[in-house]
């Protein structure tokens, strides 16, 4: 695959799983819509992978190492929100912090930190457009 197929790969499915995040907000699966919010910003950090460093990005799901390691550089801010987002990502797959991170993802929680990936998402789309 060529490495803009590979690219365009990563971005069609973030957009495929931007719109399904959206769809769990709605019917208020809340701590699902954070979820698949991380693998957006974790798509989309790969297609900047893809594009700054190599074909085959890490197999990894910390977002602020995925980050550095595409050679992207953020603000404090950002790495902040990161590292918040990776937590959706580890939260919602191990079982003992499920229930947790379930009560904690209440309409305000879970709709101020999904402006912060729409944010992101915004951001990353933006470096991506640039040849």
Not at 2 to 16: C, G, M, Q, R, S
Request: include cysteine.
């Amino acid at each position: 695959m060529e490495t803009k197929d590979l690219i365009d790969y990563w971005i069609k499915t973030a957009d495929n799983d931007y719109n399904t995040m959206l769809n769990l907000f709605k019917s208020k699966d809340y701590h699902w819509s954070l979820f698949i919010g991380h693998l957006v910003i974790e798509k989309l950090l790969k297609a900047i992978y893809v594009k700054n460093i190599d074909s085959n990005p890490p197999r990894i799901h910390d977002l602020l190492r995925l980050s550095e390691r595409a050679k992207l550089n953020t603000t404090e801010e950002q790495k902040d929100i990161l590292d918040l987002i990776t937590t959706f990502n580890i939260n919602a797959r191990y079982p003992d912090y499920k229930q947790s991170f379930y009560n904690k993802c209440d309409y305000d929680f879970t709709i101020r930190n999904l402006e912060k990936i729409k944010g992101l998402r915004t951001w990353l789309l933006s470096i991506l457009e640039k040849k």
